[in-house]
């Protein structure tokens, strides 16, 4: 194997010799300085290599003499691990630098050089006082590269940094000189060998004096204000380096120091490190410039990585050597590094000042590279850092250190907020000029994104057990993007064909409540894209996350381990939020959507870490086994789901999400996602059924939780002028009596709650795609610009009118069966109170349902709609599927009740009997078929006395009062629909007034203040930094309790 | 003054941390394990008499060649931060006679009185960073003497290049004919105390004063043209 | 040589402070290489062992005793690397402040705040 | 004896260190902080460090004087420049 010290001379050699070499000319200095690297990253890739085939830790000794004596190196997996990182880097960062280099002096190629050298000897060297040399030659490198850009801000801010880099070394110099004369050698590790020498008062301060110096390397909050300012003005490619690489080294060095640290320092050191990971993510809420964003965003990444250094020396079994890949610090360490090296060097290839002035020019490339740097930042999967987020939390409450994973998840949430909300905007931004790019410059970004996505099967360990159908959902939208120059129509129907084929895939694995759900996920899923087929325009990226966000869907409920349940839990998020995010206004909603949706994925997350602390094992099964950390679990499951089923209070994302979404998307929100909270409820309440806290049962309180919601999302509804709100609120409402059903715990209340969890997927696809259709002939989604079209529209009519009359729970459709089977349910559990609210709620959807009917079909026409004409077949089909449906199980509610009750009893005694196609309960019985056949003779009758008399109509002209001398400001108040409901709102307005939105909305202006006020300690004085670090290191010094 | 407030606290309650490392620590008495390993075998197994040579040359050599890195890395980096894009017209000064002609008489028996030191650095205190401050004492005399005189760049680079590849091309040579990376002990260790001797020390240590003598005077080089 | 060892640690303190207080960016720099300085007594200070000679072997001094006449030359060695990387950092900032001065045309640190927050 | 010219070279020093920061001439600053080099290499002779104190009175006082007058120059010069 090649000697290690051979990384060294090749640097050196051609660092010393590039001054001559340049006589020759730029190109030869550059093609050696390339080779150069190229050799040194071939140097570790070896190493790497060995290693992989089981090589063992190398020492190699220098001058001929063993260490102590003389200094000496080490190779090991870790070290050949990071230092392939760091040597791959920093070949992409010298060609991300070509033209930079290409223009300036030589000097910058060999500084360059040197950085490398530093770097790589940070690494290896086992020798205390040869890391002070290497740290001094990666940082005066580094000074001198900063200077690449020469303008008064990136030269105030590199001499800031020098400055902070300055009293480092200087605490460094001198702890190093006490540890030797304390311990009287200076080899690493013969002084962590002899460590008992430097537990005394003495010893313990320089030790101290050494690691303090480490962590402001690592520039920990608050003491950090000059890397800031070097990220904000250095020239992108260099402060890629400082994030990365530079960064890579630091960390080593203080995990090399970690096992001198005494025991009583870790917490306090965690605690440092977590509150730089909280804390400069608060901070950075608050920032638009992008690269200091970038910046806020690293040194968190280097807290939350020197805390996780700290706490993996607890794990004593996640250690092994072999699967350092897998680690969670390796994990979070190499998607720091690619993510956050790839995320500068966009900064520099975009080159915007202001993160909300990126845009992209129409280059696919970059978006894409943006999407997979900011996701692997955020943690979602397939990147590492998904891994390592799940590890770390399910070892942390594992080893019982649970306090640690609030943090963890308040820090991820706050990054997450203003990585997604960056792009989110940047996404949506006006894509106009068009800039040329060098091809140079886009190779690296694009190499790193490619390693973080090839990685992924080095995370095999963490997927034992785990089946491979779990990874349907990336393949097929991988698929599908590889398919982009197929016709628009063309890829939807693969997509259909794809979702079929998955449909008959997992059939034979879908059994009872499993098989319900998936029908309703595949089979609707393959209706409602029907509609999607409208239109032959090119859609970005439509198909791809329609198909991952149904098979996802679809992959949950036959989750076995808790991994397979969050993996593609985290996939329906993402894809959720990225069609939201395709919607015309979809910046704002997607955000909120996604916060939302994270927070609640990470609830769960703590939910499934808490339940493999106590049972060692992923398997959903074993929640039912829980016993010490029952409760929580249930708790944080709830919770979660209930997010996710936007139940009351935390309903606020889901009025713009419903929305904001592409008009052919909502019915598959509204239809399908929702019902995935359901099958969580489902699943909690199957293995963990009733619990109680205090005096609470739990059930009771998720009970009363659902009816709140059916009754307030009703309520709600009525004052919509929007009809997708009005939707999205009828929505929320029916899954309320969904929680409230499923909550019963009894035979009656899961059958009810799936009986309407079908039905509602029936009658909301209707709606939502009758409205689709609407919407796609007139333009609008505002109820008071409608009005008549009922002429121009019948069959979006007939869909609708059948529709409100399921929905509204009358007979003779399928949502009398549903109300029937619900207040029987009720009130067979006594639950009274419930029964009789939802009772009242149900009265309430009567007044918005009429509307729909009232406000976009009757009434007069307006002008401009007179040459609308009916909806495209696309639309009109899947409604008719539908109706075609409802028809049917109205007619034979057996169809669907017969299985449903079936599968429900195997997890509850049935008190229900079946006499033809009568339904009989304790209190009374159903027999669709009769009711069907009594309701339409008692309908026909009037229809047809009013079909008479109809010439005797009066008509009367809509917009009168514009003729009468005056012009309104606002036009719709002269439409006779608009604020239809006032005088209820006069009565019970104040019962839906947004006091639950301007709650949530006041916590994110409190974490922006809270951000804008933190933020203030940067004051731009390089004084003032400095005296940051000497205030960090008393204040250290005197918590870490040095005796 | 809110600030000079903070700093005093904050600087007199480092003092406090600092206190115990003095008041602690009792002065040494006897030699910590490492340097008594060199004081006991550094002579037979070096060759060099003076210790701290052998200690920076060939035990920590790596140290050295990191050190002379630094100053490598400076000189780039002056010339990298000082770059410009024009050169402006010079300015033209005369310097007195008696020092030019002082500095004639003075610069040879200067830059002798350099390479003196580091040649014999393993004899006698002194070395090659020593020897090379003189020799670029010596040029700055001459710089100083002479405005317009500047060290040709092109010597300068050559010498830098070259002292410091043949540096590295030392340590290599101790690595493969050696123990290991920079070990002395390819070339014969000769008589203990005569020039000749210590193997490799002596070489390397002259590398190094020409590496430092041409960095250094390439920084006062750059700082001085800057003049212009 | 315990006065001396105190002597390096008030020159630290002594340029600290001078870093921390003076505005004029010469200053700090000067704050910095007295910290240097004082850094580098404290470390030879702490090699020094009373009544012994210098790790240079001659006429007077050879091996076979050394161990117990000699100071200790690591500290001398290890000296020798600081002062070299001391007078790089402190030739680069000055080139930095060099560099600030011809683009802002200002020697005090404070008016180069434009980056903040 | 030798305590007392430490204690004298000590005091010296130190009093060198407050004049390179207060010193109202920025020449004499820098000369004062060259100055307490010079002396450190003083008492490194008396701490038997003889290789320290040849490096200290070179690079300490001499060599990092010298950069210092440079600068100096530079950015004086730069001023006259400016006010030409």
């Known amino acids: 194997m090649v000697n290690p010290i051979y990384i060294f001379v090749i640097a050196l050699f051609s660092a010393f010799l590039l001054p001559v070499i340049d006589k020759l000319g730029r190109k030869v200095t550059l093609g050696v300085f390339y080779l150069s690297l190229t050799a040194i990253f071939a140097v570790t890739l070896l190493w790497f290599r060995a290693f992989g085939e089981g090589a063992l830790i190398e020492n190699i000794f220098t001058a001929g003499s063993l260490p102590p004596f003389s200094i000496n190196l080490r190779m090991g997996t870790i070290e050949a691990f990071i230092m392939l990182f760091v040597n791959f880097g920093a070949l992409l960062g010298a060609i991300y630098l070509y033209g930079k280099l290409l223009e300036n002096k030589v000097y910058a190629l060999m500084l360059f050089l040197t950085l490398i050298m530093g770097v790589n000897g940070l690494i290896m060297t086992r020798d205390i006082f040869n890391i002070f040399v290497f740290l001094e030659i990666t940082s005066i490198s580094l000074y001198a590269l900063i200077g690449i850009k020469q303008d008064a801000r990136s030269l105030g801010a590199g001499f800031k940094y020098i400055i902070a880099g300055g009293l480092a070394s200087a605490f460094l110099l001198l702890g190093i000189i006490y540890v030797y004369r304390i311990t009287g050698n200076l080899n690493l590790d013969l002084i962590i060998s002899e460590n008992p020498l430097l537990l005394s008062k003495g010893g313990l301060i320089a030790l101290f004096l050494v690691v303090v110096a480490f962590l402001i390397e690592l520039k920990p909050w608050p003491a950090n204000g000059w890397a800031l300012d070097v990220y904000e003005a250095a020239e992108p490619g260099i402060s890629a380096m400082v994030a990365s690489l530079v960064a890579a080294g630091m960390v080593f060095v203080f995990y090399k120091f970690i096992p001198l640290l005494p025991h009583s320092w870790h917490g306090m050191l965690i605690l440092f490190g977590m509150l730089t990971f909280v804390f400069s993510n608060l901070t950075g809420l ?64 975009i080159n915007k000042e202001k993160a909300r002035d990126w845009s992209f020019n129409k280059q696919p490339v970059l978006v894409l590279l943006f999407a997979v740097f900011i996701f692997a930042l955020v943690g979602l999967p397939p990147f590492p850092g998904f891994w390592a987020k799940w590890t770390l939390i399910t070892k942390l409450a594992q080893y019982n250190m649970i306090g640690w994973i609030v943090p963890i998840i308040i820090g991820s949430l706050l990054e997450a907020a203003y990585l997604l909300r960056w792009f989110g905007a940047t996404i949506k931004r006006e894509q106009t000029e068009q800039v040329i790019i060098p091809r140079y410059k886009i190779l690296p970004p694009l190499l790193a994104a490619i390693v973080l996505v090839i990685i992924f099967p080095s995370f095999a360990p963490y997927m034992t057990g785990m089946k491979t159908m779990f990874f349907f959902p990336l393949l097929a939208a991988a698929v599908l993007w590889l398919l982009d120059v197929m016709p628009e129509r063309m890829r939807g129907m693969v997509m259909i064909l794809i979702l079929a084929a998955f449909g008959w895939y997992i059939y034979p694995l879908a059994k009872g409540i499993v098989l319900i759900f998936e029908f309703m996920f595949i089979a ?33 409920p036959l989750a076995k381990s808790s991994m397979e349940f969050f993996l593609a839990w985290e996939f329906m998020t993402v894809s959720s939020w990225l069609l939201i995010l395709r919607g015309k206004n979809g910046e704002k909603p997607a955000l909120t959507y996604i916060m939302f949706s994270l927070g609640a994925a990470l609830l769960i997350l703590t939910a499934f870490a808490l339940s493999f602390a106590e049972t060692g094992e992923l398997g959903l099964v074993l929640l039912s086994n829980l016993n010490i950390y029952a409760i929580p679990v249930y708790i944080l499951l709830a919770l979660g789901f209930l997010v996710k089923a936007a139940a009351m209070g935390v309903h606020i994302w889901l009025p713009g999400a419903y929305s904001e979404a592409e008009d052919e998307v909502t019915p598959i929100f509204a239809g399908m996602m929702s019902k995935i909270s359901l099958w969580g409820f489902i699943l909690l309440f199957g293995y963990m059924g009733n619990k109680v806290l205090g005096i609470f049962e739990l059930p009771v309180l998720l009970g009363w939780i659902g009816v709140f919601t059916a009754f307030f999302g009703a309520l709600m509804a009525v004052f919509q002028e929007d009809i997708k709100y009005l939707l999205a609120y009828s929505s929320m409402s029916q899954l309320g009596y969904m929680i ?90 006594g639950w009274y109170l419930q029964a009789g609210l939802s009772f009242f709620a149900g009265a309430i959807a009567f007044l918005y349902l009429f509307r729909l009917i009232h406000t976009i079909f009757l009434g007069q026409l307006k002008a401009r709609f007179r040459e609308v004409k009916e909806a495209s077949l696309w639309y009109i089909v899947p409604q008719f599927i539908f109706v075609g449906a409802i028809m049917a199980i109205s007619m034979f509610p057996n169809l669907i009740l017969k299985p449903i009750m079936a599968a429900v009893e195997t997890q509850f005694p049935s008190h229900v009997n079946w006499d033809g196609y009568t339904v009989i309960t304790a209190l009374g019985y159903w027999n669709g078929n009769a009711v069907m056949m009594i309701t339409m003779g008692v309908f026909m009758v009037p229809l047809i006395w009013l079909l008479v008399r109809v010439n005797m109509v009066q008509k009367v002209e809509q917009f009168n009062i514009v003729y009468a001398a005056e012009r309104p400001d606002r036009p719709e108040t002269t439409h006779f629909a608009y604020n239809f409901f006032a005088h209820y709102q006069k009565a019970i ?47 250290l010094y005197s918590l870490l309790g040095v005796k | 003054m809110i600030k000079r407030f903070f700093s005093l606290i904050f600087v007199v309650l480092l003092a406090l941390v600092f206190l115990p490392l003095v008041t602690e620590i009792k002065p040494l008495s006897e030699l910590g394990m490492t340097s008594a390993k060199y004081a006991e075998d550094g002579a037979a197994e070096l060759g060099a008499a003076n210790l701290v040579t052998s200690v920076v040359v060939t035990y920590r050599g790596l140290d050295t060649l990191g050190e002379v890195t630094v100053l490598f890395i400076t000189t780039a980096g002056i010339g990298f931060m000082l770059r410009r894009k024009t050169i402006l017209p010079e300015k033209k000064r005369r310097a007195s006679e008696i020092l030019k002609s002082g500095t004639s008489f003075l610069l040879p028996l200067i830059i002798l009185f350099g390479v003196y030191i580091f040649v014999h650095g393993h004899l006698t205190p002194g070395g090659g960073f020593q020897g090379g401050v003189v020799i670029a004492s010596a040029i700055v005399l001459l710089m100083l003497s002479d405005i317009n005189m500047h060290p040709d760049h092109n010597i300068l680079n050559w010498l830098e290049s070259l002292s410091g590849a043949f540096y590295v091309i030392m340590g290599i040579l101790g690595l493969i004919l050696a123990g290991g990376f920079l070990d002395n002990r390819f070339l014969p260790l000769g008589e203990f105390g005569k020039i000749f001797s210590a193997g490799a020390i002596p070489v390397i240590y002259s590398l190094i004063g020409l590496k430092v003598g041409a960095e250094l005077v390439g920084i006062l080089n750059k700082l001085g043209r800057e003049d212009k | 040589m315990t006065i001396i060892t105190i002597l390096g640690f008030l020159l630290i303190i002594i340029g600290l402070w001078g870093m921390l207080t003076r505005k004029h960016l010469f200053r700090i720099i000067l704050g910095f290489s007295i910290i240097d300085t004082g850094i580098h007594l404290v470390i030879v200070s702490l090699g020094y062992i009373k009544g012994r000679t210098a790790p240079i072997f001659d006429a007077d001094l050879s091996p076979i005793d050394a161990i117990n006449r000699i100071v200790d030359p690591i500290p001398s060695a290890l000296v020798l690397t600081a002062i070299v990387i001391g007078l790089a950092v402190t030739a680069l900032m000055l080139v930095y402040v060099i560099q600030m001065h011809r683009h802002k045309g200002s020697l005090e640190i404070s008016d180069y705040e434009e980056l903040k927050w | 004896m030798i305590l007392t010219i430490i204690i004298v070279l000590g005091i010296l020093m130190l009093a060198a260190a407050f004049m390179a920061l207060y010193l109202k001439d920025l020449l004499s600053a820098i000369i004062a902080s060259g100055a307490i080099s010079l002396m450190a290499s003083v008492i490194y002779i008396i701490l038997a460090a003889p290789d320290v104190a040849m490096t200290e009175a070179a690079i300490g006082s001499g060599l990092t004087t010298i950069v210092f007058l440079y600068a100096l120059h530079l950015v004086r010069k730069k001023q006259e420049d400016k006010h030409d």
Do not use: C
């Not at chain 1, 680690?327 to 966009?346: C, E, Q, R, S």
């Not at chain 1, 029907?530 to 991952?548: C, D, H, I, T």
């Not at chain 1, 509204?808 to 009398?816: A, C, D, E, K, Q």
């Open chain 1, 286 to 349: 608050k920032q638009k410039n992008a690269r200091r964003l970038l910046g806020y965003s690293s040194i968190a990444q280097m807290g939350l990585l020197m805390a996780v250094l700290l706490l993996v020396r607890r794990f004593n079994d996640a250690m092994d050597i072999r699967y350092a890949l897998s680690d969670i610090a390796a994990a979070l360490f190499v998607n720091h590094f690619l993510a956050k090296a790839g995320l500068f060097w966009l900064s520099g290839i």
């Open chain 1, 524 to 556: 609707g899923g393959i209706v409602i894209s029907l509609a999607s087929l409208n239109s032959a325009r090119p859609k970005q990226g439509y198909w791809e996350f329609l198909v991952m966000l149904i098979m996802s869907l679809a992959l949950i």
């Open chain 1, 989 to 1035: 307005g104040f019962l839906v007034k947004e006091q639950i939105t301007n709650f949530w909305n006041s916590v994110s202006e409190w974490f922006h203040s809270l951000s804008a006020t933190f933020r203030h300690i940067y004051t731009g004085n390089g004084q003032t930094y400095a005296l940051h670090i000497i205030i960090y290191i008393v204040v």
């Open chain 1, 740 to 829: 409230l059903s499923v909550s019963l715990l009894s035979h009656l209340g899961w059958t009810t709650a799936l009986y309407m969890s079908v039905t509602h997927l029936f009658f909301k696809g209707m709606l939502f795609l009758a409205v689709a259709g609407i919407v796609s002939r007139i333009g609008t989604t505002k109820m008071y610009e409608m009005g008549g079209l009922i002429k121009k529209m019948p069959a979006s009519f007939i869909s609708v009118l059948i529709a409100i009359i399921a929905v509204s729970g009358v007979p003779p459709l399928s949502g009398f069966g549903g109300k029937w089977l619900l207040y029987t349910a009720l009130i067979e559990k």
